[in-house]
């Protein structure tokens, strides 16, 4: 996992294929004035995302075969929870369509990390994470994820 501000994110370009792409991408969804959906690119697509944070305890972890996460706060905040994979035990089986599987915690305490507006986060298919959660008080939030096609997939 990568938490970087987005400002900072291509200097991790040799870690995430189709980065560059994906960068151009973004720009000219915000210069369009960040309209909600899906967008296509070569190795990946993005999806812009409004939604209110919910809490901590009442989500699952989530990994990926095929994508690595780029999640980038545009605006408010949210709170994002990592595990490893050692510290997961399946909830659902990997739904292949969908490139997701679910997870539940077998008892290891998580990283949380705080994620504001202006900052984005990377996770890897080996990567165990839960987005869009809160601590405290639900927060509202608009965010940008870029799906990156990974060369070699797990499944």
Known sequence: MIL???SELRRYAAVLP??????????KVCAEGLKEGRREF?????????G???PLADGR????HRYADVQ???????ETAYLSMEDLAPATEYDAEKDIQFFH???AQPTVAHVPAGMCYVVFPEDGHMPCRCVGEAKDYQKIVIKLRMD???A
Not at 18 to 27: F, T
Not at 42 to 50: A, F, I, K, N, P
Not at 61 to 64: C, F, N, Q
Not at 72 to 78: Q, T
């Open 52 to 54: 209110r944070t919910a």
């Open 4 to 6: 970087c501000k987005y």
């Open 105 to 107: 915690s077998v008892g």
């Open 152 to 154: 070699s997939p797990k």
């Open 42 to 50: 070569e190795g990946g697509y993005l999806s812009v995302q409004t």
């Open 18 to 27: 189709h980065l560059d792409v994906a960068l151009e991408c973004v720009a």
């Open 72 to 78: 980038y706060m545009v605006r408010g905040e949210e």
């Open 61 to 64: 972890y989530e990994t990926h």
